[in-house]
T-cell receptor
Framework: EPEVTQTPSHQVTQMGQEVILRCVPI?????FYWYRQILGQKVEFLVS????????KSEIFDDQFSVERPDGSNFTLKIRSTKLEDSAMYFC????????????FGDGTRLSIL | EDKVVQSPLSLVVHEGDTVTLNCSYE??????LLWYKQEKKAPTFLFML????IEKKSGRLSSILDKKELFSILNITATQTGDSAVYLC??????????FGQGTELSVKP
């Protein structure tokens, strides 16, 4: 069964550095999402992306964050000038073009900011 | 503010028991309610419920949505140790955004 793949599985970065989290969505999917889950808390929506632009973003997704689909397969989340509170599990998800199909999640990238 | 509340937060049962996981919500005008199972990594899709009163079944798992009383339940019969996971109740809003509950951590002991 096709999967959403995320790399790396674990990223350790010094505070203030930039990180790029990578995702390869399922190949025929057109809608892409990033979520994060701080340890012990709920999964939170960050951003949705369709047709090469952001469809919706949460208040968490401020100027520190950006997303990009640099080619036909990758979908990236960039976090500039990382802070301690950015430490979390970041999940990528994608879904089919057909309305109301479920989102399929990757295994996540655990981001640890030191 | 849109809210999804799950109960209990954690549950320990023995193999063979039947469990019911609860989800109540305060979300206006959503499209669907979904259940996901999260083991060590990615949440995996279980059910999508759109209409009230129609039970969805998959093997030992079943789920139903009550839009009048604003809740959903997920039932698991004849539990197995492989059912141990966090079960997430999630609302899909009109904009396509998922709103997550905090999850129920189910532990099935042999």
């Amino acid at each position: 069964e096709p999967e959403v793949t995320q790399t790396p599985s674990h990223q350790v970065t010094q505070m203030g550095q930039e990180v790029i989290l990578r995702c390869v969505p399922i190949s025929n999917h057109l809608y892409f999402y990033w979520y994060r889950q701080i340890l012990g808390q709920k999964v939170e929506f960050l951003v949705s992306f369709y047709n090469n632009e952001i469809s919706e973003k949460s208040e968490i997704f401020d100027d520190q964050f950006s997303v990009e689909r640099p080619d036909g397969s990758n979908f990236t989340l960039k976090i500039r000038s990382t802070k301690l509170e950015d430490s979390a599990m970041y999940f990528c998800a994608s879904r089919d073009r057909v309305r109301d199909q479920p989102q399929h999640f990757g295994d996540g990238t655990r981001l640890s900011i030191l | 503010e849109d809210k999804v509340v799950q109960s209990p937060l954690s549950l320990v049962v023995h193999e063979g028991d039947t469990v019911t996981l609860n989800c109540s919500y305060e979300v206006t005008n959503f499209r669907s309610l979904l259940w996901y199972k999260q083991e060590k990594k990615a949440p995996t899709f279980l059910f999508m419920l759109t209409s009230s009163g129609i039970e969805k079944k998959s093997g030992r798992l079943s789920s139903i949505l009550d839009k009048k009383e604003l809740f959903s339940i997920l039932n698991i019969t004849a539990t197995q140790t492989g059912d141990s996971a966090v079960y997430l109740c999630v609302l899909l809003n009109q904009g396509g955004k998922l709103i997550f509950g905090q999850g129920t951590e189910l532990s099935v002991k042999p």
